[in-house]
């Protein structure tokens, strides 16, 4: 009997060849038909996409084997493509949902099975039981139909949602004044399906645009895994100011996350990339709505949601979650603190394209470089400084480290008093004072502990992360 599959955050990921193997996605493709059968969607057919990594195009035709099995008609991507424009293909096609092959922003060696319901985001995480329920013991009970027959039967169609994905990105983004606009920018896809985007939606004009790590390169060469803050873009970072750009711009492999570096090398990071995205939508688009964030979060979105009369609702970690809270409320841009934004009236789904180019359009529209952007949004909501630690402990250890952070009652940390704390996802210690917040939170997949901050006091931040450290037992 094989091993249990669980999904986490965003699908199930696992190493290739150890857990991700074929006839592990046969089981997992075979319980996602289950699920579309069971609540009525099996007959819209389904989405298979896949990304850059190793042999992600044959599993992709694995989960395709499987659907066409169950007698559900599968749009199969023409070519590896970014998860965002695989979600606007469920839509586009009037799918039932979707699988992509993809693990993302981990390391090469890993692959990942992404789910996505009808409306193109992710599962919503109350559903995911419902879809492991029917996961098998073994392949052997997973029936399945060659690909080369499937195709005969028309079972299977190739589909590429290039032109339509742009039509959609061209209602929520002006590309042909982005076209006209004199900017350079360095745009880094981590080797990952992000690769040429940029060019194909805004080249041709004024906009000079540079990549590098362009290629297919399933091992990611000068990064430990394409996700993109540091070190994984310090080459990114080093040839911005190298070569005069104005901007630089990653998405990771699968190009549903985004990473800013500013003109000078600074990293530009995701709780202020968040801020200013949100800053565009109210101040310079003039839309009005709710912003969606998770628990690690800047602070700095329920200032602007004050200044300009809008709400702001917090979600726990995860695009599960991020999700269906955008869908309920409305909401103008959701995100988390991972780099990844979705924004009304295009998916809701993280779109690290998108967010690239509403970044440059923020710029144009504003006449301001990265550096003069951050400036402007202090401004309005004062500095505030963000760090993250992921620290490893012993395996044996984990519940003894657990407890100890479950039946933490702090009165302060790291000086400053702690007004509440939010179990919703981890633990959440509100500072007051300016302290901001400490998060602590768990790997569900492995041992290891994250330790989140903000506060508007940049010589406390390392000191916050050590307390949190010590209310767990753990050293860094």
Do not use: C
């Amino acid at each position: 009997m094989s091993k249990p599959i669980k999904f986490g955050t965003d699908g199930w990921r696992g190493v290739i060849a150890d857990d991700f193997t074929f006839d592990n996605v046969r089981r997992v493709a075979h319980a996602f038909a289950m699920f579309l059968k069971e609540s009525g969607d099996a007959s819209r057919g389904v989405v298979v996409g896949y990304d850059h990594r190793f042999h992600s195009e044959n599993f992709a035709a694995a989960v395709a084997e499987v659907m066409a099995a169950h007698d559900i008609y599968v749009y199969l991507m023409a070519g590896p493509m970014p998860t965002p424009v695989v979600s606007h293909a469920i839509l586009d096609m009037g799918a039932g949902g979707g699988v992509n092959i993809t693990a993302s922003h981990n390391p090469p060696t890993d692959n990942g099975f992404k789910i996505r319901a009808d409306y193109g985001g992710a599962v919503a995480s109350e559903k995911l039981p419902d879809v492991e329920k029917y996961i098998p013991p073994d392949a052997e009970e997973v029936p399945r139909v060659p690909l080369d027959e499937a195709l005969e039967r028309k079972l299977v169609e190739y589909v590429d949602p290039t032109e339509t994905y742009t039509e959609r990105v061209a209602r929520l983004v002006d590309l042909e004044a982005l076209r006209a606009f004199h900017v350079k920018m360095v745009a880094d896809p981590m080797w990952g399906v992000g690769a040429n985007w940029f060019p194909r939606l805004i080249g041709g004009g004024n906009v000079e645009v540079v990549q590098i790590h362009a290629e297919r390169n399933p091992i990611f060469p000068e990064m430990s895994r394409p996700e993109p803050i540091p070190p994984n873009i310090d080459v990114l970072r080093e040839r911005v100011p190298t070569l005069g750009a104005d901007v630089g711009i990653a998405t990771d492999g699968d190009a549903d996350r985004v990473g800013i570096v500013a003109e000078t090398g600074r990293f530009v990071n995701q709780l202020e990339v968040f801020s200013l995205l949100a800053y565009y939508l109210l101040e310079v688009r003039g839309w009005r709505g709710p912003i969606v964030k998770t628990l690690s979060s800047s602070s700095m979105l329920d200032k602007l949601g004050e200044l300009y009369g809008v709400p702001v609702y917090e979600t726990g970690v995860g695009f599960k979650y991020v999700a269906p809270k955008m869908l309920e409320t409305d909401a103008i841009i959701g995100g988390e603190e991972s780099g990844g934004y979705a924004f009304r009236g295009h998916l809701p789904e993280r779109d690290g394209l998108l967010a690239g180019l509403m970044f440059l359009d923020l710029m144009r529209q504003t006449g301001k470089r990265p550096t003069e952007l951050l400036d402007t949004l202090f401004d309005l909501v004062g500095p505030h400084y963000y760090e993250r630690w992921d620290v490893r402990y012993p395996a044996e250890r984990r519940e003894e480290i657990r407890a100890n952070v479950a039946n933490a009652r702090p009165s302060e940390i790291a000086g400053f008093p702690v007004e509440r704390i939010d179990t919703t996802d981890g633990w959440k210690f509100y500072l007051g004072n300016g302290g901001g917040w400490l998060l602590i939170r768990f790997s569900g997949t492995e041992p290891l502990i994250r330790v989140y901050t903000e506060t508007t006091r940049e010589e406390k931040v390392e000191e916050i992360l050590r307390a949190g450290l010590e209310l767990a037992g753990v050293e860094k």
